[in-house]
C-alpha cells in the first residue's frame, strides 16, 4: 500500500510524464482492442450455420488454384454431374430501390438460387424460405427479409408476410423474415431468387456468377478438388477453344472469406493502414443512383441524365471535381473482359483477361488519383469518337516493358462473341490453305523436261 502511495505521489509531482505515460497506454489498448476485434471477428468466430466446415466457394479456374468467376452452364454442368456436393447455389450480392409506403431508399440484398438459404440451413422466424421453383423466371418474385430489415422498416409486425414491396419498379411478395444474423453479408436486408434466363443455360463462356456449395457427409475440400477436376476433363468438350485448358477451384468458406492468414496478420493490419490507397478520399462524397429501366431503357438517356447531373454539381460552390463511375475504388467487383494488343499474333497466349470500369471526364480529378502520363478523359471522348482507355501504371509495367505505352492499340476481345475463336481460326485456315495451294498450281504448270534441266 505504501509503495502505491509513493507512485501515486510521484505521478502527481510530474504531471507531464504523466500524461504522456497515460496516453501511451490508451493508444496501445486501443489498437490492441481494434486488431483484437478484427482477428476475432473473421478468425476465431465460426460461422453462423451448422457443419461450416462443408460450406465451400467454388471457381472456374484459368490455371491450377487460380479463381474466376463462373459461367452459366458450368454452374448447371456442376449441379447435374458433380457428386460431392448435397447442393450448389448461385450468389450474388445486389442492390434495389425501395419505394411504395414509407421513404424510399436505396437497400442492400442478397440473390441466390433457391435452395441457398436451405443449403445454409437457415430458417424462417417467419413465414417460410423459397421453394424449388422460385429461382425460375416468372416465379422469382418473392422476397424474405432479414430480421433487422423487418423490425427497421416495419416495426416487428407478423403481418408483413404477404404484403408486397415496390423494389426498383418489380413488385415482391414478402413470404418470410429470418433469423437475426443469420447472414454472412451484414448489411444485407433482404433475400431474393437468383433466377438464370432461359437462354443463359447452355452460356459457358462469358464469366460473371459466383457459386457456393455444402459438401456431402464426410466428404473433404481436398476429395472434392480432385473429383471437380475429374470432372472438369471429362466435359471439357463442352465448352469454348478459350477455355480449354479451364479448370474448377474449390475453395473452403472459411479460407474465402479470411484469405490465406499466415502468423504476421497484426504486423499486416497495421501496415495496410500506411499503405497509400491511390486515392484522396479527404472532403470526398460518394452517392449512389440506380436509374429505373422504364424510364431509362437506353444509354443515351442515361449518359443524359448524368451529364446534367455533373453540370448542377459543377455549379455548387466549393465543388473542386465530380464524375460519374459504374464501382467506386476499393469498394466491390468491376466488369470482366479481355484485350489483344495490336501487332501480336492473335492466339490463346496473347488474350489477356483484365477488369475494367467505365467513368466520366472529371472523375480522376474528384476522387485524386494522379495522372502518370498522357491526358485523361474529356468531352471528345463520346459515343461514335475514337475509343481510347487509361490503363494504370501495373498494366504498363506488365504488358509494355521498357516500352512508351501511348503508342500501342487496345482491340477488346469479348469472350461472348464466337467471332473470336470461330473466325480467326479459319481465317488462320484458309491462309494456310492458300499457301498450300499457290506453289501446287504453279508446280502444275511447269513442264517436267524444264525444271529436270534446270536442276
Known amino acids: 500500500m505504501n509503495d502505491l502511495r509513493f507512485a501515486f505521489r510521484q505521478l502527481l509531482e510530474n504531471p507531464g510524464f504523466t500524461a504522456v505515460a497515460v496516453l501511451t497506454l490508451a493508444l496501445g489498448i486501443g489498437a490492441n482492442t481494434a486488431i483484437f476485434s478484427v482477428v476475432d471477428a473473421v478468425l476465431l468466430k465460426p460461422l453462423p450455420y451448422d457443419d461450416p466446415g462443408q460450406l465451400v466457394q467454388v471457381w472456374e479456374a484459368p490455371q491450377p488454384g487460380k479463381r474466376n468467376s463462373v459461367s452459366p452452364g458450368a454452374f448447371l454442368d456442376w449441379k447435374a454431374h458433380a457428386k460431392v456436393f448435397d447442393s450448389l447455389s448461385l450468389m450474388d450480392e445486389t442492390e434495389k430501390n425501395l419505394t411504395g409506403d414509407g421513404e424510399p ?154 484469405g490465406d492468414i499466415k502468423p504476421t496478420l497484426l504486423n499486416s493490419f497495421v501496415r495496410i493502414s500506411f499503405v497509400p490507397p491511390g486515392i484522396n478520399p479527404a472532403n470526398g462524397l460518394t452517392m449512389r443512383i440506380a436509374l429505373p429501366e422504364k424510364k431509362y431503357p437506353n444509354a443515351e438517356r442515361r449518359a443524359a441524365f448524368f451529364e446534367q447531373v455533373i453540370e448542377r454539381i459543377d455549379r455548387l460552390p466549393g465543388i473542386e471535381g465530380s464524375g460519374v463511375t459504374q464501382t467506386l475504388p476499393l469498394a466491390g467487383y468491376c466488369p470482366e473482359s479481355a ?62 516493358p521498357n516500352e512508351d505505352s501511348l503508342s500501342k492499340r487496345l482491340y477488346e476481345i469479348k469472350l461472348t462473341d464466337p467471332m473470336t475463336f470461330v473466325a480467326v481460326p479459319l481465317i488462320l485456315l484458309a491462309v494456310a490453305l492458300f499457301a498450300c495451294w499457290l506453289p501446287a498450281r504453279r508446280a502444275a504448270h511447269v513442264d517436267p523436261m524444264e525444271a529436270l534441266r534446270y536442276e
Request: charged share 20%.
Open 105 to 258: 431508399e436505396r437497400i442492400k440484398g442478397v440473390a441466390m438460387s433457391a435452395r441457398g438459404l436451405e443449403m445454409l440451413r437457415v430458417r424462417s422466424l417467419l413465414g417460410r424460405t423459397f421453394t424449388p421453383q422460385e429461382d425460375q423466371v416468372g416465379s422469382d418474385k418473392v422476397i424474405v427479409l432479414s430480421h433487422r430489415f423487418w423490425t427497421r422498416r416495419f416495426g416487428g409486425n407478423p403481418a408483413v408476410i404477404g404484403q408486397t414491396l415496390q423494389l426498383s419498379d418489380q413488385t415482391y411478395a414478402v413470404i418470410g423474415v429470418l433469423p437475426p444474423r443469420s447472414l454472412l453479408w451484414e448489411e444485407a436486408e433482404f433475400v431474393i431468387p437468383f433466377a438464370l434466363a432461359p437462354g443463359e443455360a447452355n452460356q459457358r463462356s462469358a464469366n460473371w456468377l459466383h457459386v457456393m456449395g455444402r459438401l456431402k457427409p464426410g466428404v473433404s475440400v481436398e476429395q472434392a478438388q480432385v473429383a471437380m477436376n475429374a470432372l472438369a476433363a471429362q466435359i471439357k468438350p463442352l465448352y469454348p477453344a478459350h477455355k480449354k485448358d479451364w479448370g474448377v477451384t474449390v475453395v473452403a468458406m472459411r479460407e474465402q472469406i479470411t
Open 339 to 400: 484485350f489483344a494488343i495490336s501487332g501480336q499474333p492473335l492466339q490463346q497466349e496473347t488474350i489477356y483477361p483484365v477488369d475494367f470500369d467505365f467513368c466520366t471526364p472529371g472523375y480522376f480529378q474528384a476522387v485524386g488519383i494522379p495522372l502518370l502520363k498522357g491526358r485523361t478523359f474529356d468531352r471528345r471522348d463520346k459515343v461514335g469518337a475514337p475509343r481510347v482507355v487509361i490503363i494504370n501504371e501495373a498494366s504498363a509495367r506488365e504488358y509494355f
